[in-house]
């Protein structure tokens, strides 16, 4: 069973509520338990957990705003949109009063929210199965380490709320004195809690999960953990815990890039080399998944493929760089590297490409030599985008051999970083260039990763952080930004490293302070 058919059905019957503050203010709703009426047993310790999971598929979360926020401000792909949002977001400009900041912020402190919710009360629950309670917790931690990670990424000093407000003081926390070191302490911290406590798989574990794809593993902790190390430019600590998810041998490359990206759950569920995702459906039930309470008419779709579709919103299209550089290398056989065709749409007869969303290429109006996005799209269909089923990939096995090779190079083993990379690079029937990556230069090295990294992970919300931490965003690297994507010529540093905290959040909360974007 996957996570997806367990949450909603669950949900449908609660969701988790904050205890008032005052007798004045506590009103019973008769059609909602509240935190101390609610857990009292081991099925409603497990609905808590997957409440939490739930959060990874609305607006907020995976469903739209967390790609767009990392791939957005990337020099992959930039913005046509009418939406002064998504311009602005794009080209470093959107100010800290735009409402729609709140989504982002809105969304991770949902699942922050209902993890604390749970790492507080399942602990209290007498009727939980000793192990089965450790499992749920470890997913608890693990999944509000995802939600801060993100967080901080993307806005720096955020609040460090870790428990369920009680009263005022608790109510409006403050950020004036957190660091972006201060919430990745945080976020290592359920991170190793997490990895002490999850499986590394629910195949023979003792319990109602037995068996359930989807939930967080001890690999996806140990691969989440090792990219934060990575982030920080420890890489001598990434190291280990990146070895343990290649070791555990329960990854592998799926054979064909192009299944990474279909929407047929059959292929889905066959990926080996999906570690941890957000779980989206073809479902057309009437409600959109946008956020709010889930319930059994949520439609679960991916909202992503109408905003990076040609054919629907159109929001965003691929740079002239990111065309170019997938286009320079061919395989074996002399064809365009099938991640190309995966990731990009365009018109290529002589490798069978002449269409685009079922129709013929030019029927559609598209000239010879234009091109588009195709990664998490439906160009290859022409099914509705508003029930894009795609599973959205938060953590997936080419990544972390990539950052396996990243940090071995960084502590001084090139050559078998390259064999890591040349392994990526099998997959995609490219010539075989390990001996030629081992003799590098740490320099020469880092060169060739940062291709393949766009090769394997591009329009995947991996570049914006790999620019970051590069050391992109200043200096003579950032005049290259510039002409990549025209939206760096208003990217100022210092200021546009992160995004705005929303200025709606700072007028509600008087302990709330900005950044330095806002």
């Known amino acids: 069973m996957q996570i997806k058919n367990i949450t909603l059905g669950t949900l449908a019957a609660m969701l988790l509520g904050i205890t008032a503050c005052t007798d004045q203010l506590d009103v019973v709703d008769p059609n909602r338990l509240s935190t101390g009426q ?3 047993n081991e ?3 497990v609905a ?3 409440a939490i999971y739930n959060a990874l598929i609305i607006d907020g979360m995976y469903q739209r705003m967390t790609p767009i926020y990392a791939d957005g401000r990337g020099d992959e792909i930039s913005s046509r949109s009418p939406w002064p949002f998504l311009t602005g977001l794009s080209s470093f400009v959107v100010p800290g009063t735009d409402g729609a900041l709140e989504i982002y912020w809105a969304g991770h402190y949902i699942m922050v929210s209902r993890a604390n919710q749970a790492l507080e009360n399942i602990p209290k629950i007498d ?9 749920l917790l470890g997913q ?16 720096d000093n955020v609040p460090l709320v870790l428990e369920t407000p009680d009263g005022v003081e608790s109510f409006y926390p403050s950020n004036e004195t957190v660091t972006h070191e201060m919430v990745y302490a945080q976020v290592k911290s359920d991170l190793e809690g997490a990895i002490s406590r999850l499986p590394v798989n629910y195949d023979n574990v003792s319990g109602t999960d037995q068996g359930q794809e989807g939930r967080a593993t001890k690999g996806a902790a140990q691969a989440l953990l090792g990219q934060v190390y990575l982030y920080e430019g420890n890489y001598a600590e990434a190291l280990p815990l990146f070895a343990a998810v290649i070791n555990s041998g329960e990854y592998a490359l799926a054979a064909n890039y192009a299944d990474l990206f279909s929407q047929d759950p059959g292929v889905e569920n066959a990926n080996p080399g ?20 889930p319930n059994v008419n949520w439609r679960q779709f991916l909202a992503l493929t109408p905003t990076y579709s040609v054919g629907d919103f159109f929001d965003f299209f691929p740079t002239n760089f990111l065309y170019t550089e997938m286009r320079k290398e061919r395989t074996v056989d002399g064809k365009l590297d099938p991640r190309y065709h995966a990731t990009l749409l365009s018109y290529e007869p002589d490798e069978g490409y002449t269409t685009a969303y079922g129709q013929d290429w030019f029927e559609r109006g598209y000239g010879e ?34 950052m396996y090779a990243e940090s071995l190079a960084k502590t001084g083993d090139i050559a078998t970083a390259a064999a890591y990379v040349q392994q990526v690079r099998d997959r995609a029937n490219l010539p075989d260039r390990e001996a030629e990556f081992a003799a590098y230069s740490p320099e020469q090295f880092m060169d060739q990763l940062e291709h393949e990294r766009i090769m394997e992970l591009a329009i995947e919300g991996k570049r914006w952080y790999d620019l970051k931490r590069w050391d992109y965003l200043q200096g003579a690297k950032l005049e290259e930004l510039k002409s990549h ?9 210092g200021e546009d490293e992160y995004l705005p905290i929303p200025q709606t959040e700072i007028d509600r909360n008087p302990n709330l302070v900005g950044n330095a974007a806002n």
């Open 127 to 135: 009727d939980v199965d000793a192990e089965l309670r450790e499992r």
């Open 274 to 293: 999906k570690i941890f995702w957000a779980d989206f459906t073809t479902s057309t039930s009437s409600e959109f998944n946008w956020g709010g309470d």
């Open 485 to 493: 994507d025209f939206e760096f010529n208003t990217f100022t540093p």
């Open 43 to 45: 099925t409603q310790a």
């Open 48 to 50: 808590a957990v997957d």
């Open 140 to 155: 608890a931690h693990f999944l509000r380490a995802l939600a801060y990670f993100n967080l901080t990424n993307a806005l």
């Open 38 to 40: 609610y857990y009292q």
């Open 369 to 402: 030599n234009d091109y588009f996005i195709k990664k998490y799209t439906n160009a290859a269909t022409g099914s509705d985008a508003f029930s894009a089923g795609f599973d959205y990939h938060i953590i997936r096995y080419a990544d972390v051999l990539l």
